[in-house]
Every structure is written in C-alpha cells, then in structure tokens.
C-alpha cells in the first residue's frame, strides 16, 4: 500500500512508497536536512497545505430526528391514521387510546436507541499526544496535531506515534503495532531501504500513527499526517463502511409490509361490504377502525424492544456488554464468526511451552514445581531469568509484568517452579549488551557473590547462538561437544508448530571482569539449551469453538500475526472448515494471497478457508462482505484500529473490553468485558434464546389479533353488533402483550438449543407448522368468542355490554392458558415446570386475572371501556373457553411430535 502525500484540498503529489526508498532519497523529497529540521516559516506553509495532523469527527444525529424515528413503521402510520380518524368522528377516547398505544412505543424505542457513533472521535484521539521534533536546528515539544510532513520527530520507549514516520536512525527500537497490524508481540524496527511490494506489517522501516514504543530509540521523518495516515487511512474506511441492518430487522420489516397491506385491504373491504348491506357509513367506519385496531398487534414493538432489552441484562451477567440492542438478537442468528487470534482464543500473553536442555525435552503444561531439576534444565532457566529486562512484581495482591512479553515468560517459566527468589539472591548484574537486530541475541555479564565468579549468559536465535558455542552442556551439568544439527531440527520443528524459539548459552570470565563487549562472545561458549513459547489456546475457548462448530456456526481465525503461528493455534483449538478435508493443516490463506482474489475467488475462499493470516484491513473488510455476499450472518471479533471497518460492517460487530482500543469500541455492537471467545459463544446461545423467545411471542400474539379481526369481520358479515369495541380491542392487546407476552421473554433456554443448525436467513419469521398453530388458535378464539356472545344474549338475556364484558374476558383468558403452552412450541406443558423455570408467567397471569376483575366491575373503567359488571358465576365461562384451546393445542403438539417420532426411523431407513 503505498502512503500518499497531499493536501487537505485532495490534490496532492503522486503516492510515494517511503519504505522502499533509502533514508537520504527520503529527506530530499521531503526537502528537509536532519540536523536543522523545517524553518517556522516552512512549518505554517505546510500547514496551511496539508492542513491539521488530525481526523474529522462524524456527524451527530439529534435527539429530535431520533425521536421521529421512531415513527418509521407502517403499522405504526396505520395507528396514527386510526388515531387522527377517531377524533375527526367525535370518538375521542378511542383516538387518545390509539395515539398513547403509539407515543408510547415510539419513547420505548427512543430510550433504547443506541448511542451515536464514535468510531472516528476515537481515532481522532489517537492522535492527541505531545511529540519531540527538531525544527530551526533545535529540539522542542509540539501538539501532535501541529506535526507536518518532513518534520524530524524523537522517539522513545512509551512514546505514542502521532504520525506516520519514516525511520532514519534506530537504536534497538521496538514498536507495540497490535492495534494497526495485529502482530502479537513487539516489532523490532530497522531503517534499511525494504521492496516495495512488501506488507504493511512487514515495513520495518517504518513507525504508524496510533502505535507505541516497547523500547528502544529513534528519529523518524514525518512522511504522513491526519487522513493520508495508515490510520486516517483506516478511519475513511470506517466511515464509508455501510452498517446492515439485523435479520431480526429485515424480517419484522417484511412483516410488518405485509400486515398493513392485508389489515387495510380487509379494513377496506369491511367497510364496503357493510355500507351495502345499508349499514350507517360512521357505524361501519367505526367497525373498521376495530378491525384495523385489532388485527394490528399494537404491543409487538414494545414488546420486542423490552424482549432485547432483557436479554442486555442476560448478557451482562455473561460479561458481553451489549450496545446496539438489535444485535442482541442478530448474535444467535450468526452463521459466521470470525475472530480475532490474540487475547481471544488465546490467552493473550506468551508461554513457555516447553524446554530443551541436556538432549532431554521437558513440557512446560506440568512444570516440575517441588522437585529437584536436572542440571541442565536449572541452568537453561537461570539463563533465561538473568538474561532479561522484564519484571514481575505483585501489587494488590495480584502479579503485575512489565516488559517484552517474551521475556515475561521466561521469568514466569522460573516461577513456575517456585525458583526466582533464589536466583535474585545468588546473582547480581555488572554489566548488559542489549539486543539488537543486527547481532540478534542479547547478553548479561553476573557475579555470584558467595564465590566472586563471573558469568555470561546470553539468549538470541538459535541459528546465531550456534555459531559462536564450542560446546553443549550435558544432562548432569558436564560440558559436552556440540551437536548442531539435531538442534537446529528441534528448533524449526518447533517453529513450523509456531513456537517462537530462543536459543540460551554461557561463558565463564575471569573473577576481576567487570564489563562486556561483543568481541567477548564471539566464540567459547557452552550451549544450555532452547525455549519454546507460545501464546496458548484458552482452554474454554477450545471447548466454545467445539460448541459453535456443533450448532452449525462455521468459526473463522482472521489475525494479523503470522501463518504459521495462526496455523498451530487453529489446530490447537480444533478449528475445522466448513467441508474439513481429513489430515493436514486447515487450509489458510495469506493477506498478500487474498489481495489478489477478487469476485467469486474471494467468496470460495471466504468459505472454505478457516484461517487467514497477515491480513490487512481492508481484507478483513472484504472477507467480511464476501461472506455476506454469499448469504451468511457474520459475527467479527476485533480489538484495534486495523479491526474497526470489518466491526462495523458485520451483521454483529464484537470488540473486546481489556485489550480493545476506544477506536474497535466505538464500532462495535457489543464488547466482550473479558476478551474470551467462551463469552461470544456465551452471547451467541443467549441470543438464540431470545429469538427463541421472541418467536414464542408473536406465535402467542398474532393468534389474538387474528382471534378478534375473525369476531369483528363475522359479526358484521353475519348481521350482528360487535362482540368488541375499539377500546376493548385495545385494552385486550396492550395490557396482555405487556403482563402476559413478555413474560415470555423470561424464559429458560431449551435444553438443546446449541445442538440446532442456525436459522436460514433466507427463511421466514414463521414457519408452516408455526403458520398452522397461529391460524388454528384464531379461529377457535373467534369461534369461542363469537358464539359466546351470541349464548349469554340468548340464553341469558344479557345486556350488549354485559356481553362484550364476557367476551374479552374470554378471549384474554383463552390468552392466559394459551401462554402456558407457548412456553415451549414443541415439549408439553407437563415438561416445563411453572414455578420454578419460569414464575414471571405465573405471576403475569394472575396480575392480568386481577385486572380484569378491575375491568369488569371499577366504574371508570366501565365509562373508558364501555363494560359492565357481571354475575359472578359467568366467570366460569371464560375459564373453560381458555382451557378448552390449552388443551387442543397441546393435543395438536404431541400430534405433531408423534408423527415427527415416526418420520425419524424412517428417514435413518432410507439414508441406510
């Protein structure tokens, strides 16, 4: 990727690649002398060319527009209209009811709406940090946002880069690019001229905007500021990167089309065929204004929003934090996930996973803590706690590392075994040559007080450590002749499984020695052995990845790290394609791989390949969209800068909350509180149960407002008064999708939840069979309704109120029996248990059995609703209607499940 310079008017010089030019060719372009740096004059026509070392913040949508867009739903202009029409006939009370039922669902959705994006005043800050430049020949302080290209800038260890740097003079620098490239441990850094068509995370010659120094020093030309930075770079993906809407979404968009559609063209045709029977235009608008109102199920958008909003607070407690509430449900619709390797199928810190010392190895996963250790292995550890820059110190009780993470684990390879009060003890440090990436080994010269002896230990690659050894010590601590060959293969078996290996040595000086030079170790040294290290698998998400891989979720590892360490962790965790081909590495494509793959090349290895390494940000971004190109809903995991435009573009952004960066973060969906796969999948069978719960909602819902338009359109076309009015109709809806409906949301996940193959996206919200139990419950609630209305005036010569007072009762009771069976779609009722998996369904029964009573017999109520107080004994009327349907509807369930039960053993006949 070559890094242009321009101006912020967008006309700028032909894109130069900085790293593939020597440091000279690289000041001249820039027209700048190292040790004068830029003139103050020089410095503000810059400025005023390239403009502020700083990225554009977005747009923020007001809390009105956010407000009003809530109303942005057919069935909710239907209400509006309903709403408006009411009070346009003089019928006052309906309309205020109608109109609270929709501002109502509007101030839940607003108040759950997530929070305006903050992706790119996150990348903005990045870049907000103080930087040493030489300008005028003298060495000053600048804000990071006044740096222009050719300015000369300082680094040293701690320092953030505020701007894209070509390096000029280096020493022993390393740069943390985690958050830019993905790379797992610190970049050792190097001014050489580099090939131009190298990778970004292989520019060693250059320091990014955004990443910080682990150690060392050096001077550095600015060769890119704000936009034209790899991260500005980065922060115009994000914010041309279009987010999708959820399936969840899409399909509640598609219902909600053809409701209005069905509910008006049956409203319309209502009226017209009353009008012509010579009923009374207002009479039948009225009526059609209760076929519209009941039809509409008025309490599915609040019910929905409090649905995901309960299952944030489910999720927390499984440490995901969720923060666009739609993706509460969008995560258990998730076909794909592609994750993250560092910190999140692994531990996030390197380990020594296993030793080579005496011609013995000695795996690390039990290390021999309490036993006497070979002489060989003791030395080969004291090499590698002397020989090191790292600490390890505990503070509040917990153990605290500082320094290169390499060398942590050598120092916790030592504790391991209990051993490192010991060696602090008998050892002191006189004098170091640190590492380099010239000499590639780093080397302490120690004392032994109680003998005055002096020794040198030295680590580096093993490849070079060889060449200056003369012999190899024994398994009893006797020097031996040195063998290389049988090392070196140790040594690159263990790379290709993608141990990061270090070689280990010492040399014996005479007692009046008191410092170290290169020219000291340039041979005569006995060989201790190797260490192999490695960022581990964690054990849980080895166990989640399995869970996923047997709901059906294809798990993908996406890093930026190398391809050969990639390789060895998907083996490690049990990471499989799609159609796994029996031996072998799971098959793996490089970032430069993937660049030259376009169309269906790239959607072919999208799916096929498990493992991608050395990935750049726009291939994650494009890995994502050719997954979704192909129909799959994509869950991304990510913590850096580099991560941001794929976190935003998935059906489900996930960032993690330890190590993620404010940038990751902000686009996100939700964020893992402790950055481990296990939480993801945690969150994915989470959110499979709140679909889950959300189907059984609307399978409960829908049969009531198909229930009450069935009674209402009969009763007209049959020539009797409405079984129900408007407001009751209302009143049914509402107050039952809130005490009786979302109790649902409650609910326990079924036992084989994460044995189930993800929902087809292409499919719809409702299934056949779900179809079939909607349409059955419909019509045995209108007929029940309809013909007790019709009963109680015959036989009891009750009055049109009294009558409409049973009626509702009846039909909210056919809801509270029915509720019991939508527990479960499947299990009967008799599985589930009431009181203890579920007592918030119990409870909302008897609060909406409480309220009818107040329905039926408070005065206020019966002005409101137009119902009137009945003798208790017609009570009983609406009990036995809503048992009656319990009943034909676990009837039905186990009918289905029977012939389910038959169709297996015969469907495993035929495949045999």
């Not at 040790?35 to 020089?42: C, H, R, V, W």
């Not at 440090?429 to 010269?445: G, K, N, Q, T, Y």
């Not at 990510?638 to 993620?660: E, F, Q, Y």
Request: net charge neutral.
């Amino acid at each position: 990727m070559k890094i242009p310079i321009r101006s912020r008017d967008g006309v700028g010089e032909q894109p130069l690649s900085w790293h593939a030019m020597d440091a000279g060719e690289v000041l001249s372009r820039l027209g700048i002398e190292e040790e004068t740096g830029l003139a103050d004059a020089e410095v503000r026509a810059r400025q005023a060319r390239y403009g502020k070392n700083q990225l554009p913040g977005p747009r923020r949508t007001g809390n009105l527009r956010l407000l009003l867009r809530q109303f942005d739903s057919p069935l909710l202009y239907v209400l509006l209209g309903a709403s408006l029409l009411s009070f346009g006939i003089g019928h006052r009370i309906d309309g205020f009811l109608i109109l609270g039922v929709v501002v109502g669902n509007a101030l839940v959705g607003f108040a759950q709406e997530s929070r305006a994006e903050k992706a790119l005043w996150a990348l903005a800050r990045l870049l907000a940090s103080p930087a040493t430049v030489r300008r005028h020949g003298a060495t000053v302080q600048v804000p990071s946002i006044a740096l222009v290209p050719g300015d000369i800038v300082f680094l040293e260890a701690g320092s953030l880069i505020a701007a894209d740097l070509r390096l000029i003079r280096v020493r022993e620098l390393a740069v943390n690019e985690a958050s830019l490239t993905g790379e797992s441990v610190p970049v050792e850094k190097e001014p050489g001229r580099l090939p131009e068509e190298i990778a970004l995370p292989d520019r060693s010659n250059m320091a990014f905007a955004g990443t910080l120094v682990s150690r060392g020093a050096a001077t550095g030309v600015v060769v890119a500021t704000g936009t034209a930075t790899e991260v500005g770079r980065i922060g115009r993906l994000v914010a041309e990167t279009s987010e999708l809407s959820t399936p969840l979404s899409r399909q509640m968009a598609r219902f909600s089309r053809a409701s209005v559609w069905l509910i008006l063209t049956l409203a319309a045709l209502f009226f017209g065929v009353g009008v012509a029977r010579g009923e009374s235009p207002q009479e039948m608008f009225l009526a059609s204004v209760a076929l519209a109102v009941a039809m509409i199920p008025e309490g599915l958008p609040a019910a929905v929003t409090a649905t995901l909003a309960i299952g944030v607070g489910r999720m927390a407690k499984r440490r995901t934090i969720v923060r666009h509430l739609p993706a509460v449900e969008a995560i258990g619709s998730t076909t794909v996930i592609c994750s993250d390797k560092t910190g999140t199928l692994t531990e996030g810190r390197m380990r020594v996973m296993r030793i080579w010392a005496g011609g013995t190895i000695f795996p690390w996963s039990d290390p021999p803590k309490g036993r006497p250790l070979p002489p060989a292995l003791r030395e080969c550890l004291r090499c590698g706690a002397l020989c090191n820059d790292a600490r390890l110190r505990q503070v509040a009780g917990k153990l605290v590392s500082e320094g290169d993470p390499t060398e942590v684990a050598l120092l916790q390879a030592v504790r391991d075994v209990g051993w490192e009060g010991e060696l602090a003890e008998e050892f002191r440090r006189l004098d170091a040559i640190p590492f380099s990436s010239e000499s590639r080994w780093m080397a302490v010269l120690t004392e032994e007080p109680a003998s005055g002896a002096r020794v040198a230990y030295i680590k580096g690659a093993t490849e070079t450590l060889l060449t200056l050894c003369s012999g190899a010590l024994g398994a009893e601590g006797e020097t031996a002749p040195l063998e290389a060959e049988p090392i070196l293969r140790q040594a690159h078996d263990w790379a290709r499984e993608g141990l990061r290996v270090l070689a280990f040595g010492r040399k014996g000086f005479p007692s009046g020695q008191s410092t170290l030079t290169a020219s000291d170790l340039q041979d005569g040294l006995v060989f201790l052995g190797l260490q192999g290290m490695q960022d581990s698998p964690r054990p849980e998400a080895i166990r989640a990845v399995a869970r996923c891989q047997a709901a059906g979720i294809d798990v993908k590892m996406i890093t930026g790290d190398h391809l050969l360490t990639a390789q060895a962790i998907a083996r490690a965790i049990g990471l499989r394609p799609p159609n796994p081909v029996s031996g072998g590495d799971p098959p793996a494509y490089t970032g430069e791989e993937l660049a030259k793959l376009e169309g269906e090349e790239l959607r072919k290895a999208a799916q096929e390949s498990s493992v991608f390494a050395r990935v750049a940000p726009e291939q994650k971004l494009r890995l994502v969209e050719a997954l979704q190109s192909s129909g799959e809903i994509v869950a991304m995991t990510g913590d850096g800068v580099n991560d941001a435009p794929a976190l935003k573009r998935a059906d489900v952004g996930v960032a993690m909350g330890i190590t993620g960066t404010d940038v990751a973060k902000s686009a996100a969906d939700m964020i893992l509180t402790d950055d481990n796969f296990a939480s993801l999948e945690a969150a994915v069978e989470e959110g499979r149960n709140i679909f889950e719960n959300l189907l059984k909602f609307l399978v409960w819902t829908l049969p009531t407002n198909g229930g009450e338009g069935l009674i209402l359109a009969a009763a007209v076309f049959l020539g009797f008064s409405l079984p129900l009015l408007p407001s009751q109709v209302l009143w049914i809806n509402m107050m039952t999708a809130l005490l009786l409906g979302l109790m649902l949301a409650f609910e326990p996940k079924e036992p084989d939840l994460m044995e189930r193959p993800p929902r087809d996206p292409k499919a719809p919200l409702l299934d056949r069979p779900m179809l079939f139990r909607i349409g059955l419950v419909s019509f045995l609630i209108a007929g029940t309704g309809l013909f007790l209305f019709e009963w109680v005036r015959a036989a009891h010569q009750a009055s049109f109120a009294e009558a409409r007072t049973i009626t509702a009762n009846a039909v909210v009771f056919i809801e509270i029996f029915y509720l019991f069976s939508c527990r479960s779609l499947t299990r009967p009722i008799s599985n589930l248990g009431v009181f203890v998996s579920n007592p918030w369904v119990f409870g909302g029964a008897l609060a909406m059995a409480f309220l009818q009573f107040v329905f039926t017999y408070h005065p206020a109520m019966n002005r409101i609703f137009g119902t009137e107080p009945i003798h208790p004994g017609y009570w009983i009327y609406p009990i036995l209607c809503g048992l009656g349907v319990a009943l034909t509807v676990e009837a039905e369930k186990w009918l289905r499940r029977k012939r389910k039960s038959k169709a297996a053993p015969a469907a495993r006949r035929w495949s045999a």
